[in-house]
């Protein structure tokens, strides 16, 4: 049999080329030459012509809250491939260490909202830890296109390929051709190295990374999964869930009364933890013990307000205001922590913590009839105006007859739809168990984007279904083995929270991990960072559900109590439906 020109290259190249610096392996040939064969996946054709290949020595890892900023030197990789019997074209780029700082290993990244990867943001995070670091362009066109943008060939017409890419098969096809052309590329095909495979990411990465957990137990080694956007439906339309409840009770808070509303709550419910310092550490016992209606009468007042569109979401030109908190914004602000129910009062799903900003409550003042009025969540519009009534559309031009109920029928329509591409909730993690793999899953406890009580719901759902015959505490415990999440106190949704400013960030995750699954260094805590604050730059302990922090005073480290009280306040009674919601 005739070798493939590109393997005959490679006997040729290898006999001649001594290549053990970046210059050496960062340029066309060389990486031409590591390219998986065509067979790592069935039905794709690596395009060899479209290697790029540039070295770059002594940049700055730049702004991040997940990796230090330190100088970093790789290779700059980028190349295509498409699958057979479809007209595609999928762009990959991976960043390639210098041979000198490579450390057997391999990293995937994930995107965020609508975009299947971050650019070049999360790609450094790899560099800095001796791994190829990669991303996809899902086959969507660019880099930089999201999925969104590809998902209708025209109203009414789902483009079938992308919605699987972007569910999971765009960033198992990186993961399993990046490993392969690590390998390829280090000379550790054949010999006896394990190359190490992890994943990053937060959001829509977080979905990403346990769509591969959930389906592919021997891809990863390990994956760190922040606030993820699983249980896509129920996810996506809870987002409108604040604009109905303001429609249904027909009050528009102005925004600076939702402002002192969140102060309010943050001040009363701050010592709970038994630590004064502006951060809610146990937004549960704030639900349990902070009554809302405490704030009502109290005096607010807001300095006039330029639009900012810089901040997302974007924000609407604010006059001055002055008021005093209503029974009418307590009472929006009470339905919509208590989360989404139908109008029988059957839950259909959470809502955010208390302490957590009510971004998408948001209303916006009418200049002409000088009244607040409701503006639509884009996040939950564009869910149903794109993917459920599929108009290129993104958002609802309006909520009218919209109603509790039309919540639900649009959450089922969603999850029936999408339950095996968006949905990712799949609770039976075994052969991931078996093959020794780890999770190490954060999520902000003052997130507004993302419920807490989404990841809590998760991680319940896999203990309840591998380990059906444990009491509570001994499957916690078998399960925290392997599989961990931790509850950030004052992190909002993946990033830090600017009304918490000494919350705690879980900076530099990747080397936990890593010790974890290299070193078997159980991260029992996991390190939070101050990111700004008085205590910037230093680390403190985060507890592991489902223990809680409570300090014991003057600033030492938290306790991780275990609360029965507190952690009931997490689990909820799906009774809206008559199947399992995992
Ligand atoms: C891989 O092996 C070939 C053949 O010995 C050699 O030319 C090349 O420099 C090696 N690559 C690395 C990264 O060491
Ligand atoms: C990069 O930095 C290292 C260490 O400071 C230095 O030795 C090297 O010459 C630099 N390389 C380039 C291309 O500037
Ligand atoms: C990162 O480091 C570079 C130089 O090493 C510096 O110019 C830059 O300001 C730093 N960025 C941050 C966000 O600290
Ligand atoms: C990486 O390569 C791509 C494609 O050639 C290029 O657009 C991008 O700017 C490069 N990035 C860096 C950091 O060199
Ligand atoms: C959707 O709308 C955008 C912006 O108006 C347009 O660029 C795009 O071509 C439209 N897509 C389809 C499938 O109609
Ligand atoms: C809420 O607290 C922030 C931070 O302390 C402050 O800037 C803002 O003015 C407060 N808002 C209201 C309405 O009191
Ligand atoms: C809050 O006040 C309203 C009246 O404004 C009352 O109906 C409701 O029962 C109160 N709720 C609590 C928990 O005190
Ligand atoms: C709001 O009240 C403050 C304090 O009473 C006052 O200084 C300010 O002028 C008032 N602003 C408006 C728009 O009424
Ligand atoms: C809302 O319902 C009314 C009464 O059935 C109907 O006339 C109106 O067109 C509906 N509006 C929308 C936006 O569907
Ligand atoms: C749980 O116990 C039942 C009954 O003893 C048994 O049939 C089942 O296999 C057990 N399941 C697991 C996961 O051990
Ligand atoms: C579970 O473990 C906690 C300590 O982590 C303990 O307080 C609790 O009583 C245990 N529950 C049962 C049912 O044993
Ligand atoms: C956690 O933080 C401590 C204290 O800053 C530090 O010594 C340690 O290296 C960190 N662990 C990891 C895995 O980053
Ligand atoms: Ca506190």
Redesign the pocket.
């Known amino acids: 049999m005739r070798l493939p020109l590109w393997l005959s290259f490679l006997a040729t190249i290898t006999g001649v080329i001594q290549a053990a610096t970046l210059q050496d392996v960062c340029t066309s040939s060389y990486i031409q030459a590591s390219l998986p064969q065509n067979n790592i996946i069935l039905g794709i054709t690596i395009d060899h012509s479209s290697v790029q290949a540039n070295a770059v020595t002594n940049i700055s890892a730049g702004t991040s809250n997940d990796y230090p900023n330190v100088t970093i030197t790789f290779c700059n990789v980028t190349f295509a491939y498409s699958h057979n019997g479809r007209n595609d074209r999928v762009q990959l780029r991976y960043y390639v260490p210098a041979p000198s700082n490579f450390k057997n290993r391999y990293l995937s990244t994930g995107g965020g909202g609508y975009a299947i990867n971050s650019g070049a943001r999360m790609l450094p995070g790899g560099v800095v830890n001796g791994a190829v670091a990669g991303i996809t362009d899902g086959g969507f066109g660019a880099f930089t296109t999201n999925f969104n ?1 590809v998902f ?4 009414g017409a789902i483009n079938y390929q992308p919605l699987y890419m972007f569910g999971y098969q765009g960033i198992q096809e990186l993961t399993v051709i990046g490993k392969q052309f690590t390998k390829n590329l280090f000379n550790i095909s054949n010999s006896n190295t394990k190359l190490y495979a992890y994943y990053q990411g937060c959001s829509e990465g977080g979905r990403e990374g346990w769509s591969q957990v959930q389906r592919f137990g021997d891809e990863l080694d390990g994956a760190i999964t922040g606030a993820p956007a699983f249980r896509f439906s129920h996810q996506q339309v809870q987002h409108l869930w604040s604009n109905v409840v303001e429609q249904t009770l027909g009050y528009y808070p102005p925004s600076c009364e939702l402002d002192k509303i969140l102060n309010e709550t943050l001040k009363a419910c701050d010592p709970y933890d038994g630590k004064t310092d502006g951060v809610v550490a146990r937004t549960d016992l704030c639900k349990l013990n902070f009554n809302l209606n405490s704030t009502i009468g109290m005096p607010y007042s807001c300095p006039a307000q330029p639009a900012n569109s810089m901040i997302f979401p974007a924000t609407p030109p604010y006059p001055a205001q002055n008021g005093t908190v209503t029974a009418q914004g307590v009472a929006v602000v009470r339905e919509i922590i208590d989360g989404m129910h139908d109008l029988e009062g059957q839950r259909v799903y959470f809502s955010y913590q208390p302490s957590a900003s009510l971004a998408d409550a948001q209303t916006a003042y009418n200049t002409q009839t000088n009244k607040w009025e409701l503006s639509i969540s884009g996040l939950g519009g564009q869910f149903v105006g794109e993917y459920l009534y599929l108009l ?1 559309e993104t958002n609802l031009p309006t909520l009218a007859n919209v109603t509790y109920d039309t919540l639900k029928e649009w959450v089922t329509l969603g999850w029936t739809r999408y339950e095996d591409s968006l949905q990712t909730t799949w609770p039976d993690l075994t052969p991931f168990n078996v093959a020794g793999g780890k999770v190490l899953h954060y999520h902000g406890e003052s997130d507004n984007s993302i419920p807490t009580a989404s990841s809590v719901r998760y991680w319940e759902s896999v203990r309840q279904v591998m380990y059906p015959n444990m009491t509570y505490n001994a499957s916690a415990a078998a399960l925290k083995e392997w599989y961990k999440l931790f509850l950030v106190p004052g992190m909002a949704h993946c990033s830090p929270d600017p009304h918490q400013p000494n919350g705690l960030y879980p900076s530099n995750n990747l080397p936990t991990l890593i010790n974890w699954v290299e070193q078997n260094v159980e991260p029992v805590t996991l390190n939070g960072t101050h990111t700004s604050g008085q205590m910037a730059g230093q680390t403190e302990q985060v507890c592991a559900w489902p223990l809680r922090p409570l300090y014991g005073g003057n600033g030492a480290a938290p306790q991780c109590v275990y609360d029965q009280k507190s952690i009931d306040t997490w689990h909820y009674d799906l009774n809206a439906f008559k199947v399992p919601v995992y």
């Open positions: 943008q209708l060939l025209a109203n290129n």
